[in-house]
Antibody, heavy 120, light 109 residues
């Protein structure tokens, strides 16, 4: 059974960089069959796609966040990570890591989500 | 403002049928991209409900069905149950970008 688990600080100060890691178990980030992604959900609001990474390291980001986002993968640890720079209160959200089948599928596995609050 | 438009809320009595619409444009749904649907129960992560417009993952009851036509897609739920009360999101693609609907809150009366 595939499991994804987010980890990282729950509180980040304005203007600093938010950093989260997703640890994958029961599956491999080195698989060429999947995109590994980050999605966020501000409190009481809808889902927003942040971006994804493929095992080769190629990435694709939401244009609205592209200038501040970096997603990377560590195949040796079976993890992928998110960095979001220059955060403001608008970046306060539950952050989910998730997996999507590269061809023909939806987002089939999600982490439980982690709340990141931006506040001084 | 979401790229895909969903009604903010729908409701129905137990046993009834409800539908949730997802309206896009010629650059996303209308361009032939697949539509997926997710169910999010309170306090939990979203769960894949329908993929590829009309396919159900293993374990999803056949009370849930999806369809797509033109620039829109729909999720239908028949035999409504109290446990179906949740937020529902559609998701598709706009070129290489992933786009979501704003979500629909389903209330079971």
């Amino acid at each position: 059974q595939v499991q994804l688990q987010e980890s990282g600080p729950g509180l980040v100060k304005p203007s600093e960089t938010l950093s989260l890691t997703c640890t994958v178990s029961g599956g491999s980030v080195s698989s060429g069959s999947y995109y590994w992604s980050w999605i966020r959900q501000p409190p009481g609001k809808g889902l927003e796609w942040i971006g994804y990474i493929y095992y080769s390291g190629s990435t694709n980001y939401n244009p609205s966040l592209k200038s501040r986002v970096t997603i990377s993968v560590d195949t040796s640890k079976n993890q992928f990570s998110l960095k979001l720079s220059s955060v403001t209160a608008a970046d306060t959200a539950v952050y989910y890591c998730a997996r999507r089948l590269r061809y023909g599928g939806g987002i089939d596995y999600w982490g439980q989500g982690t709340l990141v609050t931006v506040s001084s | 403002q979401s790229v895909l438009t969903q009604p903010p809320s729908v409701s129905g009595a137990p046993g009834q049928r409800v539908t949730i619409s997802c309206t896009g444009s010629s650059s996303n749904i209308g361009a032939g991209y697949d539509v997926h649907w997710y169910q999010q129960l309170p306090g939990t992560a979203p769960k894949l409900l329908i993929y590829g417009n009309s396919n159900r993952p293993s374990g999803v009851p056949d009370r849930f069905s999806g369809s797509k036509s033109g620039t829109s897609a729909s999720l239908a739920i028949t035999g409504l149950q109290a446990e179906d009360e949740a937020d529902y999101y559609c998701q598709s693609y706009d070129s290489s970008l992933w786009v979501f609907g704003g979500g629909t809150k389903l209330t079971v009366l």
